[in-house]
């Protein structure tokens, strides 16, 4: 089984900020909970990370875009910084 990806202090801070509680060590999210990310991510039940969050910046965008740096460049011009990890602050929902 693949190890999830890593989150920086930043992305923690930013991500418990928002009320979002990690699941405790060993277990998974819910399928409730999952079912939520994903409603609100408007992306395929199973869908990858990843997956979800390109779905999550092409609705945010309007974009076509299937490229992950793509999108974040494409997001980064719409924030009007230079680079995506330039963002800071931003509002989630759509």
């Known amino acids: 089984m693949a190890?999830?990806?890593?989150l920086t202090d930043e992305q923690r801070a930013c991500l418990e900020g928002q009320g979002v509680e990690k699941p405790a060590k060993g277990e998974r999210p819910t399928d409730e909970q999952r079912a939520a990310f994903e409603a609100e991510a408007t992306v395929p039940a199973g869908a990858s990370y990843n997956g979800a969050f390109i779905?999550?910046?092409?609705?945010?965008?309007?974009?076509?875009?299937?490229?992950?740096?793509g999108l974040l460049a494409e997001w980064a011009a719409a924030e009007s910084v230079d680079r995506y990890n330039s963002i800071g602050e931003f509002d989630p929902t759509p």
Do not use: F, H, V, Y
Request: glycine share 0%; charged share 15%.
């Open 3 to 6: 190890q999830p990806p890593k």
């Open 55 to 69: 779905a999550w910046l092409q609705n945010r965008l309007s974009s076509s875009k299937t490229s992950i740096n």
